[in-house]
């Protein structure tokens, strides 16, 4: 072997020589060689490296969310764009045997889903709305990777149904059992089936219950395993087989914590340069001095900055000159740059993690304001699907039997046709996006309806209210500009549609 190959070798890539001998392997990035020697070579299943990590992973992730401000921002945005100031909005769909929308049946339903809501019903400790649970569902996802709920039909309130809720740490990761003829098997806190369906879940308690005592860890001891059919166990799903969720920051963990640290350096310098720091030396006959003795935990001498500060040193010791430069003029461009690809990990653009809207343009903003919204729009079907349509299926019975929907139990899985949306967002320029909704439903390539179901909005809800505020109109005497009323459009220049510019017909604007 020459030197060219001994070289190319070390480095992972192999000669033409060796190649035509049979000798290379189908995909370069599998070989191992010095630049990928720890690299994995072997893969386990996810539930295995989740019983390993799991614990960790929450423990890490809730320090980030109390302590590090990228974090807490992360979770407040997510919460702000995902369940929005009006939270998950429930649109009945029942129709009468003709086909016709049942509106006296969808009435009813939403306005007793509306008041069940309320904090004095939604919870068992009636501390918190239907708002307020969905924000604390959407919190444990991206801090835990997961939420649980316990749903407890019969319990002692107007709608005789309410939700607990359950901290994911109480589910026992340390809780394995193998499948034998006696048992089923449990992964890490879940029992399931032979199919993999989980049919009950085994959680920590303390003194017989959820409430984690202040000055006692999570575990008493004692486990409490409670049917699948109670829990609502929500997590994004990324590998067959999976058993539970892992935080949605772990890619950008490492980095946010490092460049918290980092950041925290470079302030205390700073702050410490700007303390300009004097000392004074002064010789004593007893070979003694007048100063701090202030020491730290571990017993070593602690000295105090405050700006303005003079320090009075003992015989035979000297100052030597501190003067911190930081921030340095490559704090901010370094910081950027960390900051996009923690950015990349959470799966949204580093102007919606950041909220640093400086050197951004029309153009550049447009487009990843829609990226943004798609993932908004996926962790609202996860939280629809796995978190409210659950809650429903499991408050419309109980709620048709006591009567508090005055409608026949029997007909149950007719009143079960429901459709929850969550929030929309305004375009950056509302009147190309109407134009654009214009132009779609005259050449019937939309209808109103799904245009404003983009928007969050129910039809039947829009045209009712139309028609009250018309009756209102009319009643005190005020005309109401009606559509394709020329009056009532703006004097400006009318907005020109062309097929390149925002808001066409083939645009998705949500």
């Known amino acids: 072997m020459n030197l060219i190959d001994r070289m190319a070798t070390r480095i992972g890539y192999v000669s033409v020589e060796r190649h035509k001998m049979g000798l290379k392997r189908s995909f370069e990035v599998a070989r191992k060689s010095n630049i990928t020697s720890d690299w994995v070579m072997s893969a386990t299943h996810i539930d295995a490296d989740l019983n390993r990590d799991l614990d960790a992973l929450r423990a890490r992730a809730r ?29 009945m769909k029942v129709r009468d045997p003709n086909g016709k929308a049942d509106s006296e049946a969808n009435r009813l339903i939403e306005e007793a889903w509306e008041d069940w809501g309320k904090k004095k019903n939604c919870t068992v400790t009636r501390m918190k709305s239907w708002l307020d649970v969905s924000y604390v569902a959407t919190s444990h996802l991206i801090s835990d990777g ?33 499948r034998d003829g006696r ?59 999976q058993t ?56 070593a001498p602690m000295v105090e900055m405050e700006p303005g500060m003079m320090m009075r040193l003992g015989p035979g010791e000297t100052l030597k000159e501190f003067n911190p430069t930081q921030p340095t003029a490559l704090y901010d461009p370094f910081e950027k740059a960390v900051l996009r690809s923690i950015s990349i990990g959470t799966g949204y653009t580093y102007v919606q993690f950041t909220g640093d809207l400086s050197g951004v343009n029309y153009s550049s903003m447009r487009a990843g304001a829609l990226e943004d919204r ?29 009567g508090v929907i005055p409608l026949p139990l029997t007909k149950i899985d007719k009143f079960s046709k429901c459709k929850f949306t969550g929030r929309r967002w305004d375009w950056v320029d509302p009147q190309k996006e109407a134009e654009g909704a ?73």
Not at 65 to 85: C, E, H, T
Not at 201 to 220: D, I, P
Not at 378 to 388: G, N, V
Not at 439 to 463: C, F, M, P, S, Y
């Open 146 to 178: 997961e939420f649980i709920f316990r749903k407890y039909s019969g319990f002692k309130n107007k709608h005789s149904f309410a939700l607990q809720e359950i901290d994911p740490g109480l589910l026992d990761t340390t809780l394995n059992v193998q």
């Open 63 to 91: 320090d980030l969310v109390l302590n590090n401000p990228y974090a807490a921002s992360f979770v407040k945005m997510v919460r702000r764009n995902v369940i929005g100031s009006n939270g998950l909005k429930l649109q």
């Open 438 to 510: 214009k132009i779609r439903i005259e050449q019937g390539l939309d209808t109103v309806t799904n245009i404003l179901a983009e928007q969050g909005k129910d039809i039947e809800d829009v045209l009712r209210e139309r028609q009250e505020e018309l009756a209102m109109a009319e009643k005190y005497g005020v005309k109401l500009p009606e559509p394709g009323d020329q009056s009532s459009k703006a004097s400006s220049p009318k907005a020109e549609f062309t097929s390149g510019q925002g808001g066409g017909a083939d645009e998705d604007q949500n």
């Open 374 to 402: 798609e993932e908004h729009k996926y962790l609202q079907s996860l939280m629809i699907t796995h978190f409210a349509e659950p809650v429903f299926e499991g408050w419309l019975p109980p709620a048709l039997a006591t």
């Open 183 to 241: 048992h089923n098997e449990i992964r890490m806190g879940v029992e399931m089936d032979i199919y993999g369906a989980p049919i009950a879940y085994w959680f920590k308690q303390y003194n017989g219950s959820f409430q984690v005592s202040l000055y006692q860890n999570y575990y008493s001891g004692e486990r409490i395993r409670i049917p699948a059919e109670e829990i609502i166990h929500g997590f994004p799903m990324y590998f067959a087989g």
């Open 244 to 299: 539970r969720g892992w935080p949605l920051m772990v890619p950008s963990m490492m980095a946010l914590k490092m460049l918290g640290g980092y950041n925290q350096a470079v302030v205390v310098g700073a702050r410490a340069g700007a303390c300009q720091i004097a000392a004074i030396q002064t010789e004593t006959t007893d070979g003694g001095f007048s100063g701090s003795d202030g020491k730290t935990e571990e017993g």
